[in-house]
């Protein structure tokens, strides 16, 4: 069963009308309030994106080569005799049997909780492997801006496009989806490019596009965390750019828009309007965050799903009260499937103390907000 033929749930529990807005941006197609300097800051990202793209496409950041992003690709044979549509199928039989021995969390996988694939050293990861499908039209002409890596939560707030090859200092976590037939098709046709020395060619693939490519899902979330934090009256540290190229400070038009997005949220008229009025920069709003890869939701994988989904729901919730908005039946349903994850120890068995302390701690505190 595909996560879009589950009933409404927050974290795969069948109970929660709410969960539409967690899983594919919610039935309910609001554009959200236009914040006019949302404009210019997409315009500014966009070009940004492209020029830090395009310059670790030539000159690919460095990659450990235990990187198990790489990894992943190494245990996949390249059939070149089988088109995209037959290459994209045989990965699809083969993913599960690669990801499994590497501690991937998948629908039949609990999986592990990994030190450092991307976020840093210290940093705690779960990586989800993914399945979810995607166009093949046109791909021949597509296949450069294929996003197989994307963020579905991290702890970071540098908006500086970083390319995260895991050496940014300090504790955090994050929870990554990895499509892997996505991935190796991309890789397929990279390879064919490629001429002179092959030495830690998969390395070049991964820090020179694989990366580069997962950067507008990591910016959205290090935008929402720095909403978050204002929104509790904390502070952003300052970060020094990672490019060896001039991009534009726009640090201090974020602020004003994150200010302007928490008074407006006094008149949002619930949950979902929330979600709609808080603008993102790659993505329309924070309904387009929420989205989850489509792959089926079991009792392997649901402990991920809700370690990615918590910090979103603890905003909207923490906004929802604080802005005295009139939801409650929302919020009951919310408490309840909050209450189930609870009581279903969904942390239980996850190999690192420190990262179920951390989802522990939050779930009772949403649970607390939710009376």
């Not at 300097?37 to 080569?65: C, F, H, Q």
């Not at 890789?187 to 020395?197: A, I, S, T, V």
């Not at 979330?221 to 509790?232: G, Q």
Request: proline residues 5%.
């Amino acid at each position: 069963m595909r996560i879009n033929d589950i009933g409404s749930n927050i974290f795969g529990f069948e109970i929660m009308s709410l969960y539409t807005l967690f899983r594919d941006g919610g039935a309910r197609s609001t554009g959200g309030y236009a914040y006019p300097e949302m404009d210019y800051i997409r315009r500014v990202y966009a070009t940004m994106l492209k020029d830090v793209k395009g310059y670790y496409a030539r000159a690919p950041k460095n990659v450990d080569s235990g990187n198990l992003l790489a990894n992943i690709l190494l245990h996949i044979p390249i059939r070149i005799d089988y088109n995209d549509r037959q290459f994209v199928g045989y990965v699809e039989d083969l993913a599960e049997g690669v990801c499994r021995p590497m501690g991937l969390t998948s629908s039949s996988n609990r999986g592990k909780v990994h030190d450092g694939v991307t976020l840093g050293p210290n940093a705690l990861e779960v990586v989800v492997c993914s399945s979810e499908d995607f166009d093949l039209n046109n791909i021949k002409t597509r296949w450069r801006d294929l996003q197989p890596v994307r963020y579905l939560y991290h702890t970071r707030t540098d908006v500086n496009l970083p390319i995260m090859n895991n050496t940014t200092p300090g504790k955090g976590y994050g929870v990554i989806s990895v499509n892997v037939p996505m991935m190796a098709l991309q890789y397929r046709y990279w390879l064919k490019e490629q001429k002179g020395d092959q030495k830690d060619i998969v390395n070049r693939f991964i820090g020179g596009m694989v990366l580069p490519n997962a950067v507008p899902s990591y910016l959205d979330i290090a935008f929402f965390n720095r909403l978050s934090r204002m929104s509790n009256g904390i502070g952003t540290p300052t970060y020094p750019l990672q490019h060896p190229f001039y991009l534009t400070d726009m640090v201090p038009r974020l602020d004003r828009v994150m200010r302007g997005v928490l008074a407006k949220n006094v008149s949002a008229k619930d949950i979902i309007d929330l979600a709609s009025d808080t603008p993102m920069i790659v993505g329309r709003n924070l309904r387009d965050v929420l989205r989850l890869p489509k792959d089926p939701v079991t009792r392997q994988n649901e402990w991920a799903m809700a370690l990615a989904r918590l910090p979103y729901i603890k905003y909207l919730i923490q906004e929802s009260k604080r802005n005295t908005i009139n939801d409650q039946s929302y919020l009951n349903q919310v408490r309840i499937s909050l209450l189930e994850a609870k009581w279903a120890n969904l942390m239980s068995t996850v190999n690192n103390p420190e990262l179920a302390k951390i989802f522990t701690q939050q779930l009772e505190q949403v649970i607390e907000m939710t009376n």
